[in-house]
């Protein structure tokens, strides 16, 4: 859109946009000047990257992946790399009014200089962000509209392992581990440039699409049969692979990243910093695709999570680290780097945390230890099943005894507020597994209330409506439609109310079931989906993952007009269950599960049978460690933290 | 039933430092909150050796005066800290300058003086500078004069309890208008009154008077704040700290 005066690739658009800033709200957001954030001189590199988190800078700053290529791309003295975010509609106006294009909050560059936008999915509802900024920037919407002169844009994230709903707006989609191919790309972008760009756009692709891990849609085509369904995906070029294979980076402690982690002046969604103490889980929970596509399990060693959290608090001055992973108490050491930690920052006023954990009496005794020199303010438990039924359906088995026992326990230890999350609307549950959520909160407060002997114990229950992903065993299962999630979550909050001496400590968090089923098309679509996201797009949707943002009849007219002459509709992309032989649209898309395997444990969650981890039972041949050449990760190796000079002490 | 943390309640304070800091540039876009956040980052990074206040949630003693605007620039924010071991001011001020993002700038630190009062007490007016790209300097002039020719000039201000009548020409106890580079410049003594009459609500009495609206949003950088002194002037607010420190140097402050 933008006919802006733009005269020297890698220009400031910054004197143009402070009068801008002026006007919008919380205007520090797009002004850059982080503490370690890098700038880097146009004319010194041969590769330009524009990352871009398509949410407002707020929820997209504290993202690890984009930190962590970031510095590696920034790294590399061939290249650099910058950060953009979503703009709010009001400065989105004014930019439109007065031809500023969407800029990086580094330099404020025009992202239309860059040679590679790369655009990281954590979820689906990011996609219309990805198109206001590409209009934004004045980058054709359609990747076949682009020519040499336009960034190659790259999606990777956890959503690119379906990329088929924005495969017209991508170039390429990344699956698996960034670490290493951003390099590869780069190596191919800084060539193909260095040779004068032979072939143009579509050789460049070319040589790009036989990067490992990287898809790039428009050599792939689609044909679908009479009933809706794919009939087949087929490679239009002998030279790209048939099927696309995830990248896997297997030694955590040779990618110490971010090694010096943003941290920015306006406020984030995670005022913290975080350390990934191992990547991947094999706990087998089927509605996680997380659990899935990011396996086998790689550890971090003690010794490495201890340099790291060392090396992080002293560039960012947080007063709080995340360990973060999957299931953080899962970690083969986790005793120790707990009591280490907590041994080596006693008296500094730096809280250690772990994210939300599984359901187990060990992750009190861990969050009791980490806690040591601080608050010990918010304990969170994910039993994700209201019933021992359904927690067998999803494999994440907890008895009822357990949970409580393991609450309780919590709660005599000091902690005084309890969140417990959970889903609704997952395969087989009835409104009887959701409302024994309500007897589980109520017995958790009456015990706590006993054993703790205070009133003021609090458990909050947080709740949010399942959606079907790729890659997973629940990626054939019809969704639950948002009336269902409605009305289960309408049941489960008057039971908790029924009783108003213990409802009085019982919290209830949820979101309607309306953006899940939008979520459920976008995770499960194929391309024929892109034509929604674009119409919802061009009729003003945007945050879609902003309740105040988000229109559900945006959603459900562009879909009704869009599929309806395609002779599908909503209900089929979502709530409609699949058959073994359909052809999925991310089959040619390998995350190294077995398609089998996965058919499998479907029937068998069906039947409600568990599946162990294969961390510690003999491995039950999901296909990922054999596709892929890779193995678990895991220690103990037994060494131990040195002593060091910490911060604040 | 009252809890109580474990352990020894945190150290006490043994020196108070007062610092002088800028924000300057794109940072001007920073909030109290967000400038509040990184100065507390930057106290960790730079190992400044901070008291705490007791309890579950301790907090490092920190006492911020009267902050700019979101979207002014400063010459002259003033912060007050408590340290659990005493340091040399200087190097207190290089090392957090140094751990502060470019735009946040330190440029004092002085110990403050027991029994010459508190910094808040020595702040009652600010000096402003505002550029008005896009506005004559003669347009200016003639605004000035209308406004300080009114006895009461009457803008609508947005605060905490809605709109509100606010007379921005009594807080005004200086202003002229001067050109730089053939841009405008407003240069202003304001009071501190409550509720606050901040630059944006004399360029809205400047609208009021004489229906001066700027093209583009002017630019308002504060260059100092101070007690106002009779003959106008805005006096140093660290002035009498410094006296006393040259007076009587305590015992040799520790590095």
Same mark, same amino acid.
């Given at each position: 859109m933008t006919d802006a005066p733009r005269t020297v690739p890698g220009e400031s658009l910054y004197p143009r946009l402070e009068p801008l800033l002026a006007q919008v709200q919380k205007p520090i957001q797009y002004v850059g000047g982080e503490l370690n954030a890098q700038v880097k001189a146009w004319d010194d590199v041969a590769v330009h990257w524009a990352l871009m988190y398509p949410d407002a800078y707020e929820v997209g700053l504290p993202n690890q992946g984009l930190m962590i290529l970031y510095e590696v791309l920034n790294e590399r003295p061939d290249a650099l790399a910058e950060r953009t975010y979503a703009v709010w509609p009001d400065l989105a106006a004014l930019m439109r009014e007065h031809g500023v294009g969407q800029f990086t909050v580094d330099s404020h560059r025009a992202v239309a200089d860059f040679d590679l936008l790369g655009v990281s999915f954590a979820t689906e509802l990011g996609y219309t962000n990805l198109l206001e900024a590409l209009d934004l920037a004045g980058? =054709?919407? %359609?990747?076949? %509209?682009?020519?040499? *002169?336009h960034p190659v844009v790259v999606a990777g994230g956890h959503?690119? /392992?379906? =990329?088929e709903p924005i495969a017209d707006f991508v170039d390429c989609a990344v699956l698996g581990d960034g670490e290493q191919v951003v390099g590869d790309i780069t190596d191919v972008v800084a060539a193909w440039k260095e040779q004068g760009r032979p072939g143009g756009r579509v050789e460049l692709l070319a040589r790009l699409a036989r990067v490992d891990g990287v898809y790039v849609p428009r050599f792939y085509a689609v044909s679908y049969g009479p009933d809706g369904a794919i009939a087949a995906v087929t490679r239009t070029r002998e030279d790209v692979p048939a099927r696309v294979g995830k990248r896997t980076v297997m030694d955590l402690d040779e990618w110490p990243y971010p090694k010096t982690p943003l941290v920015p002046l306006a406020e984030s969604v995670h005022e913290r910093m975080s350390v990934e103490?191992?990547? #991947? $889980? *094999?706990? #087998? $929970?089927? /509605?996680?695709q997380a659990g899935m596509i990011t396996r086998p399990v790689r550890e971090r060693t003690i010794t490495g999570i201890g340099s790291m959290v060392d090396q992080g608090l002293r560039a960012t001055g947080y007063e709080e680290v995340g360990l973060l992973s999957l299931s953080s108490a899962d970690h083969s050491e986790i005793g120790q780097i707990a009591k280490q930690l907590a041994d080596r920052y006693e008296g500094t006023n730096t809280g250690l945390s772990l994210p939300s954990t599984r359901v187990d009496a060990f992750n009190v005794t861990l969050a009791n230890e980490l806690s040591r020199n601080g608050r010990r303010s918010g304990l969170t438990f994910a039993p994700e099943g209201g019933s021992e039924r359904i927690r067998r359906v999803i494999n994440k088995t907890v008895s009822k005894d357990d949970l409580v026992r393991t609450v309780t326990t919590a709660y005599a230890n000091g902690w005084q507020q309890v969140k417990l999350y959970f889903m609704c609307g997952l395969p087989t549950e009835t409104d009887e597994d959701v409302l024994e959520i309500a007897e589980l909160a109520v017995e958790v407060i009456r015990a706590g209330r006993e054993a703790s002997g205070r009133k003021d114990v609090r458990c909050t229950v947080s709740i949010g409506g399942f959606v079907p992903k790729p890659h997973t065993p629940f990626q054939w299962a019809g969704q639950a439609g948002a009336e269902t999630i409605d009305s289960r979550l309408r049941l489960l909050r008057q039971a908790i109310n029924a009783d108003r001496r213990v409802g009085r400590s019982i919290g209830l968090r949820y979101h309607d079931g309306k953006p899940g089923i939008v979520e459920g098309l976008l995770s499960r679509g194929d391309r024929r989906v892109g034509r929604v996201i674009e119409r919802v797009w061009r009729e003003g949707g945007r945050f879609d993952g902003w309740s105040e943002h988000f229109s559900f009849e945006r959603w459900t007219a562009a879909a009704a007009a869009e599929l309806a002459p395609l002779g599908v509709d909503l209900d089929w992309y979502t709530i409609r269950e699949r058959g073994q032989d359909e052809v999925l649209p991310w089959d040619h898309l390998d995350s190294g599960l077995d398609k089998e395997w996965l058919w499998d444990d479907w029937q068998e969650a069906l039947s409600e049978e568990e599946v162990a981890d294969c961390r510690w039972t003999p491995c039950y041949d999901c296909g990922v460690c054999p596709t892929n050449g890779t193995e678990i990760q895991v220690g103990p190796t037994g060494r131990s933290l040195l002593p060091l000079t910490v911060v604040g002490r | 039933m009252a809890r109580q943390p474990e352990g020894p309640p945190p150290p006490p304070t043994v020196q108070k430092l007062r610092l002088r800091y800028a924000k300057r540039g794109p940072l001007r876009f920073a909030s109290h909150r967000d400038l509040a956040r990184a100065l507390e980052r930057a106290l960790r990074r730079a190992r400044v050796p901070m008291a705490f206040s007791a309890g579950f949630s301790p907090h490092p003693k920190i006492s911020y005066v009267g902050a700019a605007p979101t979207g002014a620039a400063s010459e002259a924010e003033y912060v007050e800290i408590g340290l659990a071991e005493r340091r040399d001011p200087e190097e207190v001020r290089a090392a957090l300058d140094a751990s502060l993002p470019p735009g946040v700038d330190v440029l004092e630190c002085v110990e403050a003086t027991e029994g010459t009062g508190s910094l808040a007490d020595r702040i009652d007016a600010a000096r402003w500078r505002v550029e008005l790209p896009g506005v004559s300097p003669a347009e200016l002039a003639a605004a000035v004069a209308a406004f300080l020719a009114a006895d009461v000039v009457t803008v609508e201000k947005r605060t905490k309890n809605g709109l509100r009548d606010v007379d921005a020409r009594a807080a005004v106890t200086g202003a002229s208008a001067g050109e730089e580079a053939g841009c405008a410049i407003l240069h202003m003594v304001v009071r501190q009154v409550t509720p606050a009459v901040r630059p944006d609500d004399v360029l809205a009495a400047l609208v009021a008077v004489a229906d001066l609206r700027p093209p583009s949003p002017p630019r308002a950088v504060r260059e100092a704040q101070g007690r106002l002194d009779d003959c106008g002037t805005v006096a140093d607010p660290l002035g009498p700290d410094r006296v006393a420190g040259t007076r009587c140097q305590g015992e040799p402050a520790a590095v």
């Open positions: 980058v =054709p919407l %359609h990747a076949h %509209h682009r020519d040499e *002169t959503a690119a /392992f379906n =990329p103490i191992f990547r #991947g $889980c *094999t706990r #087998g $929970c089927r /509605f996680c | -």
